[in-house]
């Protein structure tokens, strides 16, 4: 799902388990803001707050009432951002991710990350 044109195709709000079983085991039936990257050139300008907002109300109005979120831990910039919207430390350590882009040339890009995960009561 986009919610923007300046948001990558391809982040989303993930309602099915996630992959990483950190995630499974402490977070079971928490939806997941996933890859959420507001574009350099249009930073700082309320997108990415307006983004998390439509995330909650979609979540809340979908009957769930916790968001959790991963940011790398090499981003505190978007941690910044994420606490001051309310997401708070899980309490369980960084988690090491490993995810897919499928390109529309047909290439496919693997990305490893650590991040911090962070929820949301909402």
């Known amino acids: 799902m986009t919610w923007c044109r300046w948001w990558r195709r391809w982040g989303s709000v993930r309602l099915s388990p996630a992959d990483e ?3 499974r085991e402490h977070l079971p039936g928490v939806p997941l803001l996933n890859h959420l990257e507001v574009l350099p050139a ?3 300008r309320g997108i990415g707050t307006r983004i998390i907002a439509a995330a909650e109300r979609t979540v809340y109005d979908l009957a769930y009432h916790r968001l959790a979120l991963g940011v790398g831990v ?3 910039r ?3 951002l994420y606490e001051r919207l309310g ?3 899980w309490g369980h350590g960084t988690v090491d991710t490993r995810y897919d882009i499928h390109r529309d040339d047909g290439r ?3 990305f490893r990350e650590t991040i911090a ?3 949301k009561n909402l």
Request: hydrophobic share 35%; net charge negative.
């Open 21 to 23: 079983p950190e995630l």
């Open 42 to 44: 249009r930073q700082s």
């Open 74 to 76: 090499d981003n505190p």
């Open 78 to 80: 978007a941690r910044k």
């Open 87 to 89: 997401y708070v430390d």
């Open 108 to 110: 496919v890009d693997t």
């Open 117 to 119: 995960v962070l929820v």
